[in-house]
């Protein structure tokens, strides 16, 4: 039987909003589970991408999930994580739910971020006079990524990540990448390194005299329930990253992008359209990511 055509208004509006709402469901279903969509908001990871790229990011590589936001309002959706083909490993360019700044146990507001995997879980990260080295090991600037000629907060130390160790964006750690099961000692003196990644796995932390207290009851010891990595900027100098907020649950890592399909100025707004147009970078189009 033929399907019957809307013929009144009622009926052409209620199939124009079935149309809707199917198409975003659609579009939610394919972003949480094979492609999704990511503009690069800032120059944190250039040349590798520039501000401005619009890329594909494979979501199957490692954690396809149901849809983990409502399009275009942003609004965060509790979602489920399904299996994917493998772990992330040093070197890959991530795409990540952001954590946090280093004093908030959770964003103020639902954003990805983009950066590179430098370290994974039980790895030691060293940045000594700005070398990276992971084992013992240098991990090189990547081809295309670059230290800018940016300056360092004097007060820098005071800002990294974790509170009290006094690290700083040019030599930083040695720090080990926390991994499910690690056994973390605590002391009312090292509690303060530890408590904001405490609490974001969700325990409260506190300290009773000379006693660590979690969930209330005193401690020697944290069990780490999750695994975790580093993500660096190939910006080097001009990167907001796990130097400054901390490390990355492998968890929240939804995929690598693979290609940029479109690249302009997203500085100027629609008012500036013509002059938009002129900025597209026809040269990045098609540039694969690696």
């Given at each position: 039987?033929?399907?019957?055509?809307?013929?009144?208004?009622?009926?052409?509006?209620?199939?124009?909003?079935?149309?809707?709402?199917?198409?975003?469901?659609?579009?939610?279903?394919?972003?949480?589970?094979?492609?999704?969509?990511?503009?690069?908001?800032?120059?944190?990871?250039?040349?590798?991408?520039?501000?401005?790229?619009?890329?594909?990011?494979?979501?199957?590589?490692?954690?396809?999930?149901?849809?983990?936001?409502?399009?275009?309002?942003?609004?965060?959706?509790?979602?489920?994580?399904?299996?994917?083909?493998?772990?992330?490993?040093?070197?890959?360019?991530?795409?990540?739910i952001f954590p946090g700044m280093r004093?908030?146990?959770?964003?103020?507001?639902?954003?990805?971020?983009?950066?590179?995997?430098?370290?994974?879980?039980?790895?030691?990260?060293?940045?000594?006079?700005?070398?990276?080295?992971?084992?013992?090991?240098?991990?090189?600037?990547?081809?295309?990524?670059?230290?800018?000629?940016?300056?360092?907060?004097?007060?820098?130390?005071?800002?990294?990540?974790?509170?009290?160790?006094?690290?700083?964006?040019?030599?930083?750690?040695?720090?080990?990448?926390?991994?499910?099961?690690?056994?973390?000692?605590?002391?009312?003196?090292?509690?303060?390194?530890?408590?904001?990644?405490?609490?974001?796995?969700?325990?409260?932390?506190?300290?009773?005299?000379?006693?660590?207290?979690?969930?209330?009851?005193?401690?020697?010891?944290?069990?780490?329930?999750?695994?975790?990595?580093?993500?660096?900027?190939?910006?080097?100098?001009?990167?907001?990253?796990?130097?400054?907020?901390?490390?990355?649950?492998?968890?929240?890592?939804?995929?690598?992008?693979?290609?940029?399909?479109?690249?302009?100025?997203?500085?100027?707004?629609?008012?500036?359209?013509?002059?938009?147009?002129?900025?597209?970078?026809?040269?990045?189009?098609?540039?694969?990511?690696?």
């Amino acid at each position: 039987m033929p399907k019957k055509q809307p013929e009144t208004p009622k009926e052409h509006i209620i199939s124009w909003a079935k149309t809707i709402i199917g198409a975003i469901l659609a579009v939610m279903v394919i972003n949480g589970l094979l492609v999704a969509s990511f503009v690069v908001p800032t120059g944190s990871m250039e040349n590798t991408v520039m501000t401005g790229d619009f890329v594909f990011v494979n979501r199957l590589i490692f954690a396809p999930s149901t849809p983990q936001v409502i399009p275009f309002i942003n609004q965060p959706l509790p979602f489920l994580r399904l299996p994917g083909w493998r772990s992330p490993k040093q070197g890959d360019v991530i795409v990540f739910i952001f954590p946090g700044m280093r004093d908030e146990v959770e964003s103020s507001e639902f954003q990805y971020y983009l950066k590179r995997c430098v370290a994974v879980a039980g790895d030691t990260l060293n940045v000594i006079n700005t070398k990276v080295f992971v084992n013992g090991k240098e991990f090189t600037l990547p081809p295309n990524g670059k230290f800018e000629n940016f300056p360092m907060n004097p007060g820098d130390q005071y800002q990294t990540f974790p509170v009290g160790k006094g690290f700083t964006r040019d030599n930083y750690g040695p720090i080990r990448i926390p991994k499910k099961g690690d056994v973390v000692k605590l002391t009312p003196e090292n509690r303060l390194e530890w408590d904001m990644f405490i609490r974001r796995e969700g325990h409260s932390v506190g300290v009773e005299g000379s006693q660590v207290i979690v969930d209330g009851k005193p401690v020697t010891s944290y069990i780490v329930e999750r695994d975790y990595c580093f993500g660096m900027g190939d910006n080097r100098n001009n990167s907001l990253d796990s130097r400054y907020w901390g490390f990355v649950p492998t968890e929240n890592i939804i995929g690598t992008p693979m290609v940029v399909y479109w690249s302009w100025d997203t500085g100027l707004g629609v008012g500036d359209f013509f002059k938009k147009l002129s900025t597209i970078r026809w040269s990045r189009l098609g540039t694969i990511i690696r």
